[in-house]
């Protein structure tokens, strides 16, 4: 038999113990423990769902990496690239590549009767991947980017409509100044998007990748790039090696050594950074709240032995070793902290989905770049604050479970 487990077990389910320190001790350091867990588990799914969700906007906007002209990189001329549908679908064959898609970037100045805006046109064609712009569809319906006889379709935001007081199949006229001549089309206002990621919704239109291509006096076979999407974000280091290895070998695919892969990691490094930042106040917040449970289950454990001082020197004068004695409140303090983190998974999980379900609690879309405070379950994230949490608050009690060792039993049997 298990002494230390048996006699903490029995301490534990004392429900006859009339102290008046011991049982809110006991209270104090489970509510302690469990307020703890839960501000961590709704920390990192603060976390974890904000820096995914501003990351899939990024994403939406500009894939995960970008095959274009080196020069594009340094100046903000257009550089074409030949993208047919051979190198195309050699770009979806790559290890890592989920989807691959072309697109054509062009600047022009939409005009109203009482005001103009300067924005940049992104072109896309029939294999445009359209899910991340559904989800964020507001009014209207994406037109089919597939017509090379194309009637001039065009998505905006609802900043840019705001702005030019546009609705829904509006039309409008469009100015691109060319090097000799300044040329204008009208297009319709087939739908309105809104992600709240300012620095894309104040700028960007869609529109088919045959009009912007003609605006650039292109041939049908140039585009500005490839977009690529891949499977796993993580690996997006190894599969960016895996397209440039691709583009290396362009001597069949007429690709030459002025292409290049970028990830979407460096071409909006400021945004990313900026994510990471975020990591840094995640081990902030769990370094404090482990410390709070830490030295609230310390200070219960001290309660519970100075208040069992009688018991101990009976054990003692039994024979019981120090060591025994100090595994049998070991074990008390974890059934203490087992319970706490009980409760902890129950208060944290409850305001996680509470929140994911009921988006309660709004945020500032202008300042946040979403409207409610986003969160995200990781399964493997909450076991491991669970194991964090119980190994770190037993690890410790081990220092001051060695209190017993300074009770003698003589005069503990005399403690009042």
């Not at 104040?202 to 140039?222: G, H």
């Not at 030459?256 to 460096?266: G, K, V």
Request: with cysteine; proline share 3%.
């Amino acid at each position: 038999m298990n002494v230390p487990y048996f006699i903490s077990r029995r301490l534990y389910s004392d429900q006859g113990d009339k102290r008046k320190v011991s049982r809110p001790a006991i209270r104090i350091a489970t509510i302690g423990i469990a307020i703890g867990l839960a501000v961590m588990i709704v920390t990192v799914s603060v976390i974890l769902g904000f820096k995914h969700t501003v990351r899939d906007k990024v994403v939406g906007f500009g894939s995960h990496i970008q095959v274009q002209h080196k020069m594009s990189l340094a100046t903000a001329m257009p550089y074409p690239v030949c993208i047919n549908d051979t190198i195309l679908g050699d770009l979806k064959q790559v290890k890592g590549v989920r989807h691959a898609e072309r697109y054509t970037m062009t600047q022009g100045i939409l005009k109203t009767d009482d005001d103009f805006l300067g924005v940049m046109f992104k072109g896309v064609g029939p294999e445009y991947d359209t899910s991340f712009m559904r989800e964020n569809i507001i009014a209207g319906q994406l037109p089919l980017f597939c017509d090379s006889t194309t009637k001039y379709p065009l998505v905006i935001s609802k900043s840019i409509a705001d702005k030019l007081k546009l609705n829904v199949g509006d039309r409008i006229f469009a100015y691109f100044i060319g090097e000799d001549d300044v040329r204008a089309r009208k297009f319709n206002v087939s739908a309105i998007y809104q992600t709240n990621m300012k620095r894309f919704d104040d700028i960007i239109c869609l529109t088919d990748i045959y009009a912007t291509t003609k605006l650039n006096s292109w041939t049908s076979d140039m585009c500005s790039g490839a977009e690529v999407l891949v499977d796993d974000f993580d690996r997006l280091d190894e599969t960016t090696g895996n397209v440039t290895r691709l583009l290396k070998t362009g001597a069949r695919f007429g690709i030459d050594s002025d292409y290049t892969a970028t990830p979407i990691t460096e071409t909006y490094r400021q945004v990313f950074d900026w994510l990471q930042l975020l990591d840094i106040n995640v081990w902030i917040i769990l370094a404090l709240m482990i410390a709070v449970a830490g030295f609230t289950i310390i200070s219960g454990l001290l309660i519970i032995i100075l208040e069992r001082t009688q018991m101990i020197g009976i054990l003692k004068a039994l024979g019981a070793r120090n060591s025994v004695i100090r595994k049998t409140f070991l074990w008390f303090a974890t059934y203490i902290i087992g319970w706490g983190l009980f409760w902890g998974n129950i208060l944290g999980l409850g305001i996680v989905l509470l929140q994911h379900y009921t988006g309660i609690i709004k945020l500032d879309a202008q300042t946040y770049y979403v409207s409610e405070a986003p969160m995200e379950i990781n399964v493997l994230y909450i076991v491991l604050l669970n194991i964090g949490t119980l190994l770190i608050s037993v690890f410790v009690l081990i220092a001051p479970s060695y209190l017993v060792s300074r009770i003698h039993p003589a005069r503990s049997m005399r403690y009042e």
